[in-house]
């Protein structure tokens, strides 16, 4: 993207803008597909290219990882994906038979972004760069961006369990603010919508699913299970697959949206995937992908 690269050889600071423009980053989310943004962010803030953005909007693990970039410690905070420890305690299917969530985003938050490989919470409060991750209203299933919300730590840390609650399978809702939440990828898994709706002239969406990857429906069970668990998410629940093929042709339409992939020969990556080679393989093919695409 030409204005980025201007942006960057110019030394242009958010707040301090000339160009009269807004530019902002999407990140998708996907859970352990994620991984593929996480090695884009990791690039992006390589390339010293994290100041070029007004604003940074991200669903599910796409909030994570734009949260890491606002950390100013993506490069660091990108080891957790292989660390196989902390992957089993972070996504364990066996804890579902005794009753409890699979994804434990509460030890993801607190103990891994906390102690084991700590993010700076408060440089993403005090970010020149405002950050918008993005959750899914469990009462009528809209989506909702945070950042109103958030205005201290515990809340960024709350908001970062809150957009990647997956139904079910991350246990209950998250409270904020007196609403409950659930995954933001459940209504706006590509957030480039909003990011245009608060006034983004210009948007760079960091993709997980390859130029050949077609969206896919929700997993029969998962659909038996969810509109039951929580009513309010019926209407969207159902609505999700053919919103995610609208999207796709859609921003294929937009000429200020433009998209970062991994490469067609990517492996794929499930959203609880827990291989540790895989997923490290992952997060370096984003960061090529990134690199071959704005490396000046």
């Not at 593929?36 to 796409?62: H, K, N, P, W």
């Not at 159902?238 to 995610?244: F, L």
Request: one cysteine or more.
């Amino acid at each position: 993207m030409r204005l980025i690269s201007r942006r960057h050889a110019d030394g242009s600071r958010p707040g301090f803008r000339a160009d009269g423009f807004r530019i902002a980053l999407a990140i998708e989310g996907g859970s352990s597909r994620g991984t593929y943004s996480s090695g884009m962010v990791m690039a992006i803030e390589e390339l010293g290219l994290t100041r070029c953005f007004d604003a940074v909007y991200g669903s599910s693990a796409g909030a994570l990882n734009g949260a890491w970039l606002l950390s100013g410690r993506a490069l660091s905070g990108m080891r957790g994906w292989w660390d196989p420890e902390i992957m089993r305690q972070v996504i364990n299917p066996w804890r579902f038979l005794r009753g409890k969530p699979v994804l434990d985003t509460q030890y993801l938050v607190d103990t891994v972004y906390g102690e084991l490989t700590p993010m700076d919470f408060e440089a993403v409060l005090h970010s020149p760069v405002s950050y918008h991750p993005m959750a899914t209203d469990a009462e009528n299933g809209q989506p909702v961006d945070l950042r109103p919300y958030i205005r201290k730590v515990a809340d960024l840390k709350t908001a970062l369990r809150a957009t990647t609650c997956m139904p079910v399978l991350a246990g209950r809702p998250v409270f904020l603010a007196g609403r409950r939440y659930v995954d933001g990828g459940v209504a706006e898994p590509l957030p480039f919508r909003t990011a245009l709706a608060n006034g983004a002239t210009h948007v760079l969406m960091l993709r997980t699913r390859r130029a050949t990857e077609r969206p896919t429906r929700p997993r029969r069970m998962h659909s038996m299970v969810v509109p039951r668990a929580l009513p309010g998410l019926r209407s969207v629940w159902v609505q999700q697959y053919p919103r995610d093929v609208a999207d796709e042709q859609l921003l294929t339409e937009l000429p200020t949206v433009m998209s970062i992939r991994p490469p067609s020969d990517a492996p794929t990556v499930s959203p609880l995937e827990r291989d540790t080679e895989l997923l490290r393989k992952a997060v370096m093919l984003g960061r090529q992908a990134v690199h071959a695409s704005l490396a000046s």
